[in-house]
């Protein structure tokens, strides 16, 4: 995660970032809950997208067909199913 997405996400969730100052300020619970949800969600969803890509690393540059289809789509349909999952963290 790189600094900007790490201020960005700061800004939303209210805080403003004072990058002059040499002294840790005190921010109240509720502003820290908020920044670490979105610290989830953006990991969360890093994740999810990691997975979405590795189940297509390894396919068959040609249409597939018979067995070796089944196993194009079975990989596919992990990641899917792990990408859901991961996503799905964040809804409980």
């Known amino acids: ?9 700061a800004h939303k969730a209210g ?5 002059d100052v040499n002294w840790m ?4 619970l509720g502003y820290a809950e ?5 610290v989830a969600q ?5 994740c999810a997208v990691a997975a979405e890509k590795e189940s297509l690393r390894g396919l068959p ?3 597939p067909e018979g067995e070796e289809l089944l196993r194009a ?3 596919i349909a992990g990641g899917v199913l792990i990408a859901d999952a991961i996503r ?5």
């Open 1 to 9: 995660m790189t600094q900007d997405e790490i201020m960005k996400m």
């Open 15 to 19: 805080l403003h970032i004072a990058t």
């Open 25 to 28: 300020p005190i921010i109240s």
């Open 34 to 38: 908020r920044f670490a949800k979105l």
């Open 42 to 46: 953006h990991e969360r969803e890093a």
């Open 61 to 63: 540059e040609e249409q």
């Open 73 to 75: 789509c079975a990989q």
């Open 88 to 92: 799905a963290r964040g809804q409980a």
